[in-house]
């Protein structure tokens, strides 16, 4: 009907009425869905105006740099990610962003999901709705609140764990935590597994929660112990879970922000720096917008990355359901 | 196959049930514990003076007097408090009801170029607030937003759009056609249909974006911290930074302040359980 409409020569040879009404009604169909876009103009118009345009904006800004005497903006071409290779601290970011990463994985998605299963296996199902709910309220707060909760209980004068430790009979293991550069980004990502790690066992809930009855009823008839059944029927059920949590906690890992600029902002010695916090040092407290843009280049990168296994990995699911 | 109840549990199976059902509540309780001692903490420490956090961390405060609670109200809270309503109410609403629009928009209307536009907005799903932020601060800066609520306004809602319309969309790709295909025919017009059958039927899930949307914003500190430098325009999680950094000191004022910014979202949240379960799960699993 569109073709017809676009070209009326080709509907010349079928009845000139029916063709008249064809071109009136493809007419009409293609202004009432020119029009049914009202629907999604202001979502387009905010996306393209707020993110889109920035990103692409980002990469022209960073291959600029701005004198910080004078203002000028000259352009350098990709000097801004030469730098970048040859900052000992990207890279050291860059490891951290990986820690972050891994120590999530561990923590957040097999611990969670090992969490999960013992959480379900539970007769009672207010207990269970009652463990969920508790081991969630970290993740409700603000990074910012729990970020200072944690800066004070490693603060070696008023905080809760060296003077733990102390009352314990392992005083020599306090320490400062936030101060030494050996010790900072552990303290931080500890607080991250703290506050996350009820989200994503509640995840995976919702997902042993979708498991047939039936594959653990036969599997008790078998003889299987309950170490067997988790092995064999949760895990490789709840696999799909699993892959999609491991990817969002890749991709959250190289996003992280707040916490290190609470705690540590970076320090001591840019020992915590991640890509996050060392852009935003670059850009906000050194001006040097050219190069902060550059290192959100390689955060683009990555989430990029990590957004594209994410599709794909949904998309491939939904082909095998 | 009548296996049925088959041999009777044997002693030594017996006891392993008892050890590992034992092993995993003292496990339960052990995390539990680790959960909630910190935040309780937290709240105690607001109510004690400043020399009994450094004396005794782990006593029970001597008394229970609202005074730091008080004081870290008065010291700029409640201003930041008034700040965190305002920009997640308004953010909250336009969020979701543009993304209840543009939800309707690509599910239940012929709008040429769909796949495009749908990849588009879902897009932005990908994309990291942290790599606009550069560009963004000029725009703001440019526009003479810098430093107003309305630029965390925009920026939270052009940059929860496509996670909220993700959500609705797929709540309304599951629900039947019948009800607005026989709306059509009686000729009721799009905007009837939209507000009238579409948007009561979507209720669950509006409100679950709705309470995804209050978590968000209410613990945002990137762009919160980046557009907003007056405390009349701070947010909670900023204002509680910029706290820190001027009375950094009265340990026992900050704390309370925390407190007060933790409490509303956790009260929120039990309030609510059903419906933030059933968004996280809908904003994951699909």
């Known amino acids: 009907m569109v073709t017809a409409a676009e070209h009326p020569t080709r509907g010349a040879a079928t009845d000139r009425a029916a063709s008249g009404w064809l071109r009136r009604s493809g007419l009409r169909r293609r202004i009432a869905g020119l029009i049914s876009l009202r629907w999604i103009l202001l979502a387009v ?18 291959t600029t740099n701005r004198d910080i005497f004078t203002g000028e903006i000259t352009n350098v071409g990709l000097a801004n990610y030469e730098r970048l290779l040859q900052d000992p601290v990207v890279w ?28 379900e296996g539970l007769k009672s199902k207010r207990a269970r709705n009652f463990w969920r709910a508790m081991y969630f309220i970290p993740s409700a707060i603000s990074t910012t609140v729990t970020g200072l909760l944690f800066y004070f209980i490693y603060q070696p004068d008023v905080g809760l764990l060296d003077a733990g430790l102390r009352a314990i009979g392992l005083g020599d293991w306090a320490r400062p935590w936030l101060a030494l550069e ?16 009820g989200y994503s066992t509640l995840l995976f809930s919702i997902a042993i929660q979708k498991i047939p009855r039936e594959l653990y009823d036969a599997a008790i008839m078998d003889g299987a112990g309950p170490i067997r059944r988790l092995w064999s029927i949760t895990f490789p059920m709840s696999r799909e879970m699993t892959g999609l949590m491991v990817i969002v906690t890749i991709t959250g890992a190289f996003q992280v922000f707040n916490e290190i600029m609470v705690m540590t902002a970076g320090g001591p010695n840019n ?51 | 196959m009548t296996v049925g109840t088959g041999n009777p549990p044997s002693e030594s199976a017996l006891f392993w049930t008892a050890i590992s059902k034992s092993f995993v509540y003292s496990l339960l309780v ?6 909630l001692y910190p935040l309780l903490w937290m709240a105690a420490s607001g109510f004690k003076t400043n020399t009994q956090i450094f004396n005794a961390p782990f006593a029970i405060p001597l008394s229970w007097s609202l005074e ?15 700040s965190s309503l305002i920009v997640t109410a308004t953010s909250a609403f336009c969020t979701v009801m543009i993304s209840a629009w543009t939800a309707y928009g690509l599910t239940r209307t012929r709008m040429p170029c769909k796949p495009l536009i749908t990849g588009f907005i879902l897009g932005g799903l990908m994309l990291s607030p942290t790599v606009a932020l550069i560009p963004l601060v000029r725009m703001m ?8 609520h309305w630029a965390l306004i925009l920026l939270y809602t052009a940059f929860r759009i496509p996670f909220t319309t993700f959500l609705i969309r797929a709540y309304m790709l599951e629900l039947p056609s019948d009800l607005d295909e026989a709306a059509r025919m009686d000729g009721a017009t799009e905007g009837q249909i939209f507000w009238h059958i579409m948007l009561p039927l979507c209720r669950p899930i509006i409100v679950s974006s709705v309470i995804l949307h209050i978590l968000f914003a209410w613990n945002e500190y990137l762009f919160a911290m980046i557009f907003t430098n007056a ?38 949240f039990f309030a609510m359980q059903r419906y933030f379960v059933r968004g996280l799960t809908e904003g994951i699993g699909k």
């Open chain 1, 45 to 62: 118009l905010l996306i393209g105006v707020l993110i889109y345009v920035p990103i692409v904006d980002n990469f022209r800004v960073s």
């Open chain 1, 92 to 119: 050291s970011a860059l490891l951290n962003n990986t820690l972050y990463a891994l120590l999530s994985i561990i923590f957040q998605v097999f611990g969670a999901f090992l969490l999960a299963a013992m959480i």
């Open chain 1, 182 to 197: 050996e010790t900072a980004i552990f303290g931080i990502i500890a607080m991250s597994q703290w506050q996350g790690f």
């Open chain 1, 271 to 321: 020992s915590s720096q991640v890509l996050g916090t060392w852009l935003y040092q670059q850009a906000f407290i050194q001006n040097e917008f050219g190069y902060g843009a550059a290192i959100a280049a390689v955060i683009f990168v990555v989430t990029m990355l990590t957004g594209a296994a994410q599709v794909w990995y949904t998309a491939k699911r939904r082909v095998k359901l």
């Open chain 2, 30 to 35: 052990c995390l539990g514990v680790i959960v």
């Open chain 2, 68 to 82: 730091n609670y008080i004081g870290a109200w008065n010291e700029g809270v409640r201003s930041f408090l008034v």
């Open chain 2, 141 to 148: 800066q440019s526009v003479g937003l810098y430093n107003t």
């Open chain 2, 231 to 268: 405390q009349e325009v701070q947010t909670l999680p900023v204002g509680l930074t910029s706290l820190m950094a001027k009375h950094g000191t009265d340990y026992a004022q900050v704390f309370a302040a925390m407190t007060i910014s933790a409490l509303p979202i956790v009260l929120l």
